[in-house]
């Protein structure tokens, strides 16, 4: 454990729900994003105070870094007109390349006005540099996903939309504002440290597919609609066949051509199945089926990960969740599973349940309605439950990029959509994150497409592979 001070917090605002505990993990979360290897985090020694929550660094002498304290008396402060978004300056003019991605830091959830545009950090003495703002709350609060344990404008599925979140509001949401700071608390500690070794950051690319529809049971609206709607007649003839033979249905045939794609480039992919009864807005397939089976075992002989794609009526309904996760359980023969929500129907108690099934991931926090950074950030994390005071068990793998947004869809051409992505990937590249993207296996039937899913991937090969498993060890 990282060493923490125990000594009482005399006037601290513990009382409104910022534990010692929770701040302790919104500065490693830091730390970590500015590079420091965990075995080295190890040897700091992290004291919470009611002004200050200060980081001594194992160094001779020892150096100091520190964070202010807001208090304040609820949590309605803290959403409220009380507290504001201000942006700061580096500490010390980056290079170039990163000041054009990250002219200055985005501060949501502070007390402090910032009109001059200040530095985040400030020398105070050759072996403190100071953080004039909270800015492990602000860690927090954006990585938990706080804000939308409140009111907010909910569309018809009962999903928080991005223009209610403070992001959207502010014009954010196209930055992953946690991530940033990582790299300004690294400059902080090189100016403490000048010898330190730079963090190595990589692009890594997580490419997902939720597997809405396989064309089992056979649709006639759908089947018909490849021609008239699709204008792909081939695959109206194809669905027909499938129907008194062994071939499988276009769309189910379609997993297996996408994970192709995948392969060529030697990047990941993952499907989420899914296992849910029919309804309004679930197919209603069957994974045990034997076509889909054989799908979903030439997928695992080829080290592609098959994961859970819970249906609609899985939001907010635990006994159900289980029930489908334990159905797919029994088709993947895995107990180490992930995967995302149908319809990204989620909320911040959707990590408490996805834990009760025993689910090692969840990929849901993204909007539907925009592409971005929801949670602030694109670096994989286990999120923190304030009504539990920890971390969760599990890990959070944030969605950057959904193929039917309406800015990859509807709103642009194919080149400015294609541009708008590539704005995500290069600045999952400049932090290290992971570009997570989803692109649905029915997708590569729809003409408004083009050839956009192929585009993507020619630009994302070569990128680092993810390998979520270890991620999941190391943040134990």
């Known amino acids: 454990m990282i060493a923490i001070d125990k000594s009482p917090l005399q006037g601290s605002n513990e009382t409104t729900g910022v534990t010692r505990e929770a701040r302790l993990y919104a500065v490693r979360e830091l730390l970590l994003r500015a590079g420091v290897p965990v075995e080295e985090l190890l040897t700091w020694k ?13 160094s001779d002498p020892p150096k100091h870094l520190r964070f202010r304290a807001d208090s304040f008396r609820n949590w309605d402060e803290v959403l409220g007109a009380q507290f504001s978004v201000v942006r ?9 390349h990163v000041g054009d991605l990250v002219p200055d830091f985005i501060i949501p959830f502070t007390r402090l006005s910032f009109g001059d545009r200040r530095p985040l950090f400030h020398q105070v003495a050759s072996d403190c540099v100071e953080c004039g703002v909270d800015l492990p709350l602000t860690a927090l609060l954006t990585l938990s996903r706080f804000e939308e344990l409140g009111a907010g404008q909910r569309d018809d599925h009962g999903r928080f939309v991005s223009s209610s979140s403070v992001a959207g509001r502010h014009g954010y949401l196209g930055r992953p504002i946690v991530d940033e700071y990582g790299l300004a608390v690294e400059q ?8 330190r070794p730079p963090a190595q950051r ?16 056979c649709s006639l609206r759908a089947t018909v609609g490849h021609t008239l709607k699709r204008r792909t007649p081939s695959a109206t003839f194809r669905d027909f066949v ?19 794609a995948s392969l060529e480039r030697d990047l990941d992919s993952a499907f989420y199945w899914k296992s849910s009864l029919p309804g309004p807005y679930d197919s209603g397939y069957d994974p045990r089926h034997p076509k889909i089976r054989r799908v979903i075992d030439w997928l695992s002989e080829r080290g592609i990960e098959n994961g859970i794609h819970p249906g609609y009526e899985t939001f907010g309904n635990l006994p159900r969740l289980s029930s489908e996760v334990r159905r797919l359980r029994e088709v993947v023969n895995n107990d180490k599973i992930g995967g995302r929500q149908h319809f990204l129907r989620w909320r911040p108690e959707s990590w408490t349940e996805w834990e009760a099934c025993g689910l090692a991931y969840d990929s849901t926090v993204g909007f539907a ?33 959904m193929d039917c947004t309406p800015v990859v869809y509807m709103r642009l051409s194919l080149a400015e959509g294609l541009a708008a992505v590539l704005r995500c990937v290069e600045r999952c590249r400049l932090v290290g994150g992971v570009f997570t993207l989803l692109w649905h296996n029915t997708t590569l039937l729809e003409p408004a497409y ?10 994302l090969a070569g990128a680092d592979r993810f390998n979520w498993k270890a991620v999941l060890e190391g943040t134990r």
């Open 369 to 401: 309605d925009e592409i971005g950074f929801r949670a602030g950030t694109c670096i994989p994390y286990r999120p923190w439950i304030f009504s539990l005071n920890r971390q969760a068990d599990l890990l959070e793998i944030p969605l950057i990029v």
């Open 202 to 217: 990589k692009l890594r690319v997580k490419l997902s597919h939720d597997v809405d529809r396989v064309g089992i049971p």
């Open 450 to 459: 083009g050839n956009l899913y192929d585009l993507l991937l020619d630009h």
């Open 188 to 195: 902080a500690l090189n100016q403490l440290l000048p010898n």
């Open 242 to 260: 499938a129907s008194f033979t062994g071939e499988d249905p276009i769309y189910l045939a379609l997993v297996s051509r996408i994970a192709g």
């Open 88 to 96: 700061a300056s580096w500490m010390h003019p980056p290079d170039p």
């Open 46 to 58: 992290i004291t919470v105070g009611p002004q200050w929550t200060e980081i001594r660094v194992a």
